[in-house]
């Protein structure tokens, strides 16, 4: 018969064996995380050409990358021509069909809200660190 000290003694075992593994975690390095004297790459935004991608039939990722320029939205270290699409989930807010489209940028990853009929980019929210 197990009692709730077995569950408890499991759960320790548990516990510390995830706590000393190696994890590998990849981690983006923002301005707020860097000691002194670190510099996070930072991204010419003028030199920027937002192109069609063969990866991007829909033009997603065309769309995303032109608000985020014509938005001066910062999103260094990463390059918002170069930005690939994790996941896309749709929604209906306020009675409007929405893709919101999950990005492989930065912290918890940046994501965009198109409208699902026209493709228009709504909103651009960056990735919380």
């Given at each position: ?41 930072q991204i010419d ?21 032109e608000y985020i ?7 260094s270290p990463a ?51």
């Open positions: 018969m197990r009692t709730p000290y077995h569950f408890f003694l499991i759960s320790l075992t548990i516990i510390l064996l995830a706590a000393c593994s190696p994890a590998k975690i990849a981690v983006t390095t923002t301005p707020a995380m860097l000691l002194p004297g670190q510099d996070v790459e935004f003028s030199q920027i050409d937002c192109q069609a991608r063969a990866d991007d039939p829909q033009g997603y990722l065309l769309s995303i990358c320029l014509d938005n001066n939205i910062n999103t390059d918002p021509s170069k930005l690939n699409i994790l996941e896309i989930h749709e929604e209906n807010r306020d009675g409007r069909e929405v893709f919101v489209v999950f990005l492989d940028c930065c912290g918890m990853g940046d994501r965009a809200v198109l409208d699902a009929g026209i493709g228009e980019v709504l909103e651009y929210h960056l990735g919380d660190y």
